[in-house]
């Protein structure tokens, strides 16, 4: 299918949606901030920055001790995005990470709903390119995706995995078997380079979309002609994740599962029905018991939760359609986690997700993120709403008009791509069943009654700018480069007091410098080393150093300290094999833990806008 004309000016149109999404960060991306999550930006810029440093000074892609020093940071079990990182990385050495950042933000949606306007096309599934359109308007920027690309550029971003199902379909078409599965290997190495989540889940959710989709005596038939392909794929993508993959789950800084907490992040019952905060209908103060804004995956709003059963009864006789629909019910319904919330409390009520949580690889799910893969199978089932009850009885009026342009299209492609895979039949997805010749379109009522009822369900979803704030300034000893006359190259620093933000500044300032240096400490998944399971944990452990200067910036107060609390900084300072400890004038109660830390470390120095302990080994 070529990508001219129309399909031209659709592209742009999605590019310019996501550029409007993203007005705020775009106004000035070296000074601004997303408001709602700058935690997940600042890791994100990080890894964008790592990512440059393995062209400029050879750093290992999948690990790193630039972070969470002594220890490191295992880069493979935490989202490193490298899929986007290297192929960017001119970029961020030219611009900067968070040009990079807001770049791959805007290319999330846009590219998530780009892939999907031609995967609907291309195979089949419709046949208007209206329908086609709207599907995957609604796939790329719908309220659980504008909610993902609140600094989640690695889950919004799924353009690959239409490209994935498309691959997928074509296994059963007669041709090159090798190169049907290369190309699916491919894919799936990339996506996996992007986010391992996402692609897991589409696997499941295409695995229960077959099973509700095939016919009994098909299944058989289906996997005996799928199998050669898929075995190339599997041999393939297994030899090149080898090694990346035994490092993700057993080299060093390797974990097992999330922490207890994270599965309970399940999407709350009464989600479904409300609107998002980013949706134009959108009410912050009614919604705030049942989601953070980054997680906001199963607002659909209660107009197009009507739509859907109807959409399904209308369409029941669509075999495609009605499987799109069971699925999407099944993976809503896991979504709500091992116990069910409603309006923010927990209930009697267990939901089928307990079953699955402390399976391999579930139990590195977060639930509310199952209900990711209900978007696109809506989208796909509005598509096809669209395309049967609204613009098909004028899809024959336009192919005749346009029929010798369709027709060298068609000619085109199949020379192209002969012979190509149009669905999981022989047939074509669309019309599966055959519409009958016998069948009456609906009248032109019927047709406005659907569309007008599309309107209410979608149009309250329309979304709006992503917030940003103001980014805070760094200090001057790091935005000059003044740190370079007292910060031996790639030394330690420990930023002090050492608590969470603490961590987020660090990270800040070391994007800042170009990671020239390392520091304790950070933001990051790491085994937990009091969980003899090793479960994942957010960030550091915290030594007692750390403890007790955090409990100084908390409240101002000066301790005397015993020669105990002495001796144990000087032993957590070896742990670190820290060079310098700093400490940033900006801090509230600053003077307070510059008096505990000369008493801990010997006195600082003062310089620019920071103090520096040099530390002597």
């Known amino acids: 299918m070529k990508i001219g004309g129309k399909n031209a000016l659709v592209v742009v149109s999605y590019v310019v949606f996501s550029v409007v999404l993203f007005q705020h960060l775009w106004a000035a991306p070296q000074e601004r901030m997303l408001a709602d999550n700058n935690q997940d930006q600042v890791f994100f810029e990080w890894v964008l920055t790592h990512a440059a440093r393995l062209f400029t000074h050879g750093d290992s892609p999948i690990f790193t001790d630039q972070l969470n020093a002594p220890l490191g940071v295992n880069l493979m079990a935490n989202t490193s995005i490298l899929g986007l990182a290297l192929p960017l990385a001119p970029v961020t050495l030219l611009f900067g990470a968070p040009v990079t950042f807001a770049l791959i933000s805007t290319i999330a949606p846009a590219g998530t709903a780009i892939s999907w306007f031609f995967m609907l096309l291309r195979c089949e599934v419709v046949r208007s390119r209206t329908a086609a359109y709207l599907g995957a308007l609604f796939c790329g920027f719908a309220p659980a995706m504008v909610s ?7 889950i919004a971003g799924q353009f690959m995995i239409p490209l994935i199902l498309w691959a997928v379909f074509r296994m059963r078409q007669p041709g090159d078997t090798v190169r049907k599965g290369l190309v699916l290997a491919g894919l799936v190495v990339y996506q996996c380079f992007i986010n391992e989540e996402v692609l897991f889940l589409a696997a499941f959710a295409l695995l229960v979309f077959l099973l509700v989709y095939l016919r009994p005596s098909e299944m058989l038939p289906a996997a005996r002609a799928a199998l050669p392909a898929l075995g190339v794929t599997a041999l393939v993508a297994g030899v090149v994740m080898a090694y990346p993959l035994w490092h993700q789950f057993t080299g060093p800084q390797a974990y097992h599962g999330l922490p207890d907490f994270v599965h309970g992040f399940s999407a709350d019952f009464a989600s479904f029905s409300n609107f998002s905060r980013r949706s134009i209908l959108g009410d912050v103060t009614r919604i705030e018991k049942l989601g953070g804004p980054t997680e906001e995956n199963t607002f659909f709003g209660w107009p197009l939760l009507l739509l859907l059963p109807a959409a399904a009864v209308a369409l029941w006789r669509h075999r495609g359609a009605r499987a799109l629909f069971v699925t999407a019910v099944v993976f809503a319904l896991l979504s709500l986690g091992p116990v069910v919330r409603y309006q923010g409390e927990e209930t009697t009520w267990h939901g089928p997700w307990r079953f699955l949580v402390d399976l391999p690889l579930f139990d590195s799910v977060v639930p509310t993120r199952v209900a990711l893969v209900v978007t696109p199978l809506v989208g796909v089932l509005l598509a096809i709403l669209v395309d049967r009850f609204i613009v098909a009885p004028q899809v024959s009026e336009a192919a005749a008009v346009e029929s010798a342009p369709a027709a060298e299209d068609a000619a085109t492609d199949k020379a192209l791509d002969e012979p190509e895979a149009r669905s999981l039949d022989e047939g074509s997805f669309a019309s599966e069943p055959p519409v009958d010749v016998d069948d009456e379109p609906l009248p ?14 979608l149009l309250p979803l329309i979304p709006t700018p992503q917030p940003a704030n103001d980014r ?14 007292h910060v031996p190259q790639q030394a330690t620093v420990v930023v002090i007091p050492g608590g969470w933000w603490e961590g987020l500044d660090a990270m800040r300032w070391a994007v800042d410098a170009r990671i020239d240096f390392k520091i304790a400490g950070g933001y990051f998944l790491a085994p937990d080393p009091n969980d003899p399971e090793h479960r994942a944990m957010f960030g550091p452990t915290y030594p007692p150093t750390w403890s007790l200067l955090g409990q100084v910036g908390n409240d101002g107060v000066v301790p005397v300290l015993a020669p105990e ?3 144990q900084a000087r032993a957590d300072l070896a742990y670190w094999k820290a060079d310098r400890v700093i400490l940033a004038d900006g801090h509230g109660n600053s003077d307070a833990i510059r008096q505990t830390a000369d008493q801990l470390f010997g006195p600082g120095e003062h310089i620019a806008d920071v103090w520096v302990w040099k530390v002597q080994r």
Do not use: K
Not at 444 to 457: F, I, Q
Not at 472 to 485: A, H, N, T, Y
């Open 472 to 485: 805070p300034l760094p200090p001057v000893f790091f935005s000059s480069g003044m740190w370079r006359e």
């Open 444 to 457: 032109v009522a019927g047709r406005w009654l659907w569309t007008a009822a599309l309107a209410m369900a």
């Open 148 to 154: 993902q690309t609140t600094a989640h550029p690695n």
């Open 565 to 567: 609390q002495i001796a």
